[in-house]
């Protein structure tokens, strides 16, 4: 089954960290272009940063600076490093394959997600 699971949320005080990974169940993932996507209480879903298969990556003028989005395709995992949290960094955070041939339309199915609550 093709699928991309999300890990590494918690609950962690602002300025703090976390790592976020993306794992995919199998080798598919390494020729897709991914994203990161955050779903806040009472918000659209938003995309937050993308890296294609080449390694290009893009942000959200809201993460610059502060997020990095990587992958280790030896490990079929994408991951988004989160330094200096914010409180307004509160969300679902989501991963999936993104179709730039089909307008940057997510591929798969939506998965559980993984909680990111910033607080002090």
């Known amino acids: 089954q093709v699928q991309l699971v999300e890990s590494g949320g918690g609950l962690v005080q602002p300025g703090e960290f976390l790592r976020l990974s993306c794992a995919a169940s199998?080798?598919?993932?390494?020729?897709?272009?991914v994203g990161w996507y955050r779903q806040a209480p009472g918000k659209q879903r938003e995309l937050v940063a993308s890296?294609?298969?080449?390694?290009?990556?893009n942000y959200a003028d809201s993460v610059k600076g502060r997020f990095t989005i990587s992958r280790v395709n030896a490990e079929n995992t994408v991951y988004l490093q989160m330094n200096s949290l914010k409180p307004e960094d509160t969300a679902v955070y989501y991963c999936?394959?993104?179709?730039?041939?089909?307008?940057?339309?997510?591929?798969?199915?939506w998965g559980q997600g993984t909680q990111v609550t910033v607080s002090s």
């Open positions: 999936n394959t993104i179709l730039a041939s089909m307008g940057n339309r997510p591929g798969l199915s």
């Open positions: 199998g080798s598919f993932i390494r020729l897709k272009t």
């Open positions: 890296i294609t298969s080449g390694g290009s990556t």
